[in-house]
């Protein structure tokens, strides 16, 4: 495709829509109307002769065109928008880097390990959720960093992978107790502990199960991959945060799936029981998102470095 006949401004609000996915967000990132981005897009379109993005019900998606489109301008614009971007006065502070996640990772995690840059004068503005509303919002211009629960879709965000997260089958030592006697068949060397491979879910029948959502995600992950079956079951309890979920069990309020992180001191303790130790637990891997075009803000770079770099203990 030809570009070097097209408008500059065109192309940048052109770059905007494409990786915030919809012409409301590109209109906020650049601090236009959304009926102006709208103009642009097709004034741009007619200049090309071809489509660039489709129209979707929430947002539009990009086109092949778009896509090549993309790659050949993106990387050319950012550096133009930095060299035009005006040099901050010395000693001016940075702006605060925007980190988003889930509010489990990021307390338990993620701030404990950033705690040195703070110190140093880093300043943090952290926001909790769900990864998919989390990433729409990056798109938006809303974020820096995002540490998200899976790869994002399409190319228009930068992701690498940040760290592996084990999930592992818990109760309290009360249901533990409770479920020897059950589980003697199968355990015959130690009465309630953990069994390699060999538990029957069934023995669970009749423990509360305490859960992040109502869908049971965690859970129904965790039964199709190590016991091959679907899970059926309600929950007693719902937490939309695992630390409340990982409170209510280790309490004796039933059993739960929560990631090794999170209850790997409550396990050495012995306050937590793991109900099976399977030889291939079920891994999730979770990926550091970074806005792609944001302001050049040296605090970023520090943030995502360190997060990178912690995350390897894990």
């Not at 002769?49 to 129209?55: I, K, P, Q, T, W």
Request: proline letters at 9%.
């Amino acid at each position: 495709m030809e570009t070097a006949s097209l408008d500059l401004n065109l192309l940048r609000t052109f770059l905007a829509v494409y990786r915030s996915g919809s012409f409301t967000g590109a209109a906020r990132l650049l601090g236009l109307s959304q009926p102006t981005v709208t103009t642009q897009m097709r004034a741009l379109e007619r200049q090309t002769g071809r489509e660039l993005f489709e129209r979707l019900p929430r947002g539009v998606t990009p086109t092949p065109v778009a896509d090549e489109l993309a790659a050949r301008i993106a990387a050319p614009l950012d550096e133009l928008a930095a060299v035009a971007r005006p040099t901050p006065a010395a000693g001016t502070r940075a702006e605060p880097v925007h980190l988003a996640g889930p509010a489990e990772l990021l307390c338990t995690l993620a701030l404990p390990a950033l705690a040195p840059l703070v110190a140093e004068g880093v300043r943090l503005r952290v926001t909790t959720g769900l990864t998919d509303p989390l990433l729409d919002e990056l798109r938006a211009g809303r974020h820096d960093l995002v540490v998200a629960t899976h790869r994002p879709r399409g190319r228009t965000l930068h992701a690498v992978p940040l760290s592996d997260e084990e999930f592992v089958l818990v109760a309290a030592p009360v249901w533990a107790e409770r479920l020897a006697d059950r589980r003697s068949a199968q355990d015959p060397e130690g009465r309630g502990a953990p069994v390699q491979g060999a538990l029957d879910p069934g023995v669970l029948q009749g423990v509360p199960l305490i859960t992040y959502a109502e869908d049971l995600p965690i859970a129904r992950r965790y039964w199709r991959h190590v016991f091959g079956r679907r899970l059926s079951r309600t929950a007693a309890v719902t937490v939309p945060d695992l630390r409340g979920v990982l409170a209510a069990v280790a309490a004796g309020a039933g059993f739960s799936v929560l990631p090794r992180y999170l209850c790997q001191d409550l396990l050495d303790s012995g306050a937590l029981v793991a109900l099976l130790e399977p030889e291939d637990p079920p891994i999730n891997t979770g990926f550091l998102v970074q806005r792609p075009g944001a302001v050049d803000n040296p605090d970023v770079a520090r943030v995502r470095a360190l997060l990178l770099r912690a995350a390897r203990t894990w």
